[in-house]
C-alpha cells in the first residue's frame, strides 16, 4: 500500500501581488520623465476605464430590472421558491449598482486635488483609482450573484411548466 503524499507546493504557481503605490508611482515618474500631464493622463484614462466598465454594470441592472417587469409576476406565480429568488436576485443587482454609482461614477474630479509635490499628487490620484477598483471588483461579485439567483428563478418558472 502506498503513503498518500501532499503535493508539493513549491511548484504552484503564486498569485502576483500588488505593487504599492510608491511601487507604482516610481516607474510612471520614470517611463513619463516627470511630466504631470503625461502622467495623470494615464491614471485619468484608467479611471474612464472603469467608468466605462461601470456603465456597463448599470446596463445589465437596468436590463434585469426591465425584464422583471414583464416577466416577474409569472415567475412570481410559480412558487414561493422562484419568487425569493427573484425577489433576492433584484435586491442583490440594486446594490450593485448603487455601488458602482456610488463607488465608481460619483464624480471626482484629479483637477480638485490639492497642490501637492508630483509624487503626491500621483499616488494620490492612484489611490483614488484602486479605491473604484475595488467598488467596481465588489459590484461586478455583487452582480454576478444577483443575477444567478434571478436566472435560477427563472429556471424554477420554466422547469415547473414542463409537460407531465
Known amino acids: 500500500m502506498t503513503e498518500a503524499r501532499l503535493p508539493d507546493h513549491s511548484t504552484l504557481p503564486t498569485l502576483p501581488t500588488l ?3 510608491d511601487e507604482e508611482a516610481q516607474p510612471l515618474l520614470q517611463l513619463y520623465d516627470g511630466d ?3 502622467i495623470m493622463g494615464a491614471i485619468e484614462r484608467q479611471l474612464a ?5 461601470a456603465q456597463t454594470l448599470l446596463s445589465l441592472a437596468g436590463l434585469t430590472i426591465t425584464v422583471t417587469g414583464f416577466s416577474g409576476a409569472n415567475i412570481a406565480r410559480s412558487g ?9 436576485g433584484l435586491v ?15 464624480v471626482r474630479w484629479t483637477t480638485s486635488m490639492k497642490p501637492a509635490p508630483l509624487d503626491v499628487a500621483v499616488r494620490t490620484a492612484l489611490a483614488l483609482r484602486n479605491v473604484e477598483t475595488r467598488a467596481f471588483s465588489r459590484a461586478l461579485a455583487l ?3 444577483g443575477l444567478a439567483l434571478y436566472v435560477s428563478s427563472v429556471a424554477l ?5 414542463l409537460p407531465r
Open 143 to 145: 452582480l454576478v450573484v
Open 157 to 161: 418558472l420554466l422547469l415547473g411548466n
Open 80 to 88: 414561493r421558491l422562484p419568487a425569493s429568488l427573484l425577489v433576492a
Open 92 to 106: 442583490i443587482v440594486l446594490l450593485a449598482a448603487s455601488l458602482a454609482m456610488a463607488g465608481i461614477l460619483r
Open 19 to 21: 505593487p504599492t503605490l
Open 36 to 38: 504631470a500631464a503625461k
Open 49 to 53: 476605464i472603469l467608468a466605462g466598465r
